[in-house]
């Protein structure tokens, strides 16, 4: 990196191939590395041992198959100035958001909602930050920055840089994922858990993002539990909304794989966007 003073935290999350050695080698060579290895928990409690090793004012993740642009660290950086908490590249634009407004962004895929290529004050870290059931292992990061913003007092600045490099995998978990109600219901669950008190607040901006859910297990023609409770919470809401035609396939058409061809029509037709 272009910026010197800064730190990293290699963390060892259970490997079974010679990522140990490797990883002290580099802490041999370099006296800015530190390595911990721990028994496989998953991504988020790795992520809470390198918090708790690190001692940096600011806080960046880095994907063990990815990579940082050599001036990643100085080119974010420069965009933490008082009153900013924390810096979102890989955005469409460069703007000031306050929480409210990247809360609202992130749950309707406005801005990457990704934990990469973001930079954040390590004040934003708390007890619940990093709490997160272990079965959470998809879209985690997305709960993660939602509880990092509600603990922001200043703004988010969002810059058009690509300054990180993700490597396609095909044998990540996001590439063998298997889509089921099951999974998105307990998701769900912890979205909501995450918002706590503010979710009235935000309440809007997560009924959109249910939309995004349903029109997901649509596309995988999965059919949801329209007993469920936050499904039943989202058809009282849409009562007093006027809702896109696809909101309404979505709603109505409550098999998914007839809903899934029906927007399939009316995409190709140009009627649903």
């Avoid at 962004?105 to 990457?112: A, S």
Wanted: hydrophobic share 40%.
């Amino acid at each position: 990196q272009t910026y010197k003073d800064y730190e990293v935290i290699l963390v060892d999350d259970g490997s079974t191939d010679s990522s140990s050695l490797i990883c002290a080698s580099y802490c041999e060579n370099y006296p800015n590395f530190k390595y911990i290895y721990s028994e496989n928990s998953g991504v988020t409690n790795a992520r809470k041992l390198g918090l708790e090793l690190s001692q940096g004012e600011y806080i960046l993740f880095l994907d063990s198959d990815d990579m940082l642009l050599p001036s990643c660290l100085e080119s974010m950086i420069v965009h933490m100035k008082i009153g900013i908490d924390a810096v979102v590249s890989e955005t469409k634009y460069s703007a000031l958001f306050t929480a409210e407004e990247y809360i609202y962004k992130i749950l309707n895929g406005f801005v990457p909602a990704g934990i990469n290529g973001k930079l954040y004050r390590r004040a934003l870290f708390d007890e619940r930050t990093l709490l997160l059931p272990r079965e959470i292992n998809i879209g985690e990061d997305l709960i993660m920055n939602v509880k990092l913003a509600l603990n922001t007092s200043g703004n988010i600045s969002c810059i058009n840089s690509a300054l990180y490099y993700y490597r396609y995998n095909e044998n990540s978990v996001i590439h063998k994922r298997k889509y089921s109600w099951s999974y998105e219901s307990r998701f769900i669950e912890a979205l909501n858990v995450a918002l706590g008190d503010k979710k009235e607040k935000y309440i809007n901006a997560l009924m959109h993002s249910y939309f995004i859910t349903i029109e997901r297990l649509a596309i995988n023609r999965i059919d949801l539990d329209w007993n469920n409770k936050y499904i039943k919470e989202l058809l009282l809401w849409a009562e007093t909304q006027k809702l896109s035609l696809k909101q309404k396939i979505l709603l109505n058409v409550r098999k998914a794989k007839i809903a899934k061809y029906i927007l399939a029509i009316l995409r190709r037709l140009s009627i649903v966007k």
